[in-house]
């Protein structure tokens, strides 16, 4: 697979691949999207925080978020760890809130070492962004004191998640690159293993896969998507 790495319009990183015709983020800004769409709409959100998932308060550990953050561990499901971005900014927001953090990630085309260290998303934390992508796979690792990953090198048809998810980052490529992977039985799969209260946020907001949601049972609402894109969808499992 011909993977290059390229710039976005926020300076940020991504992954294209010519041959599949996809980027595994917006062109519009890599770290802009993962924010506004899993960090800001979907961990932000959960927590009852939304609002405050700027770029520097997302980078500022610093500084504790206001308002009631959880210290209860949060499990969180990403569907493609890819360049690591998302677990990157989750576990950056996890220290930043002092609320503990379970990521699991299936991703079934890793990105080498090499492609990892050409990323530049490290910033003024490039220790934590390495530890993620160098963490072994198939086991749990404690990152730090809030941040533990379970990285599994497999496909999201076949993988069997162990425990419930409180939040789930949909991050697969489109579904004109990805179709199987957006699928009513997908949304099934990953419905019954929600939490009552569980949230999905992806990118996508198109018809098909709105109904694809609400036919496994969650409640879809379409908000306000990030730079470039007008809307993108929430998820949740109410009962």
């Known amino acids: 697979m011909n993977r290059q790495i390229i710039s976005t319009a926020d300076g940020s990183h991504t992954v294209a691949i010519p041959e599949m015709g996809v980027t595994y983020h917006s062109h519009h ?25 700027t770029e520097a308060g997302a980078h500022n550990s610093s500084e504790p978020a206001s308002g009631q953050t959880s210290k209860q561990p949060l499990h969180i499901f ?22 503990p953090i379970h990521y699991t990630s299936v991703e079934k085309f890793p990105l080498s070492a090499e492609e990892a260290s050409g990323l530049n998303y490290a910033g003024e934390n490039p220790e934590l962004f390495h530890q993620l992508h160098n ?16 990285k599994s090198n497999a496909d999201l048809l076949a993988f069997s998640p162990n425990e419930p998810f409180d939040l789930i980052y949909f991050d697969a490529f489109a579904p004109t690159a990805q179709p199987e992977l957006w699928t009513e039985a997908v949304f099934s799969k990953l419905f019954n293993h929600t939490n009552a209260g569980g949230v999905l946020v992806t990118y996508c907001s198109k018809g098909v896969v709105r109904r694809a949601m609400q036919a496994a049972g969650f409640t879809v609402t379409k908000i306000p998507g ?14």
């Open 29 to 53: 800004g890599a770290v802009q999207e993962s924010l506004h769409v899993f960090i800001e709409a979907g961990l932000y959100w959960r927590l009852g925080l939304t609002g405050q998932a």
């Open 78 to 99: 990403e569907m493609g760890f890819g360049t690591g971005l998302n677990a990157y900014l989750t576990a950056l927001a996890a220290e930043r809130l002092q609320s």
């Open 135 to 150: 963490a072994p796979w198939e086991q749990t690792v404690a990152i730090n004191p809030l941040f533990s990953l379970h």
């Open 226 to 239: 990030p730079p470039g894109k007008r809307e993108m969808v929430r998820a949740e499992r109410r009962s």
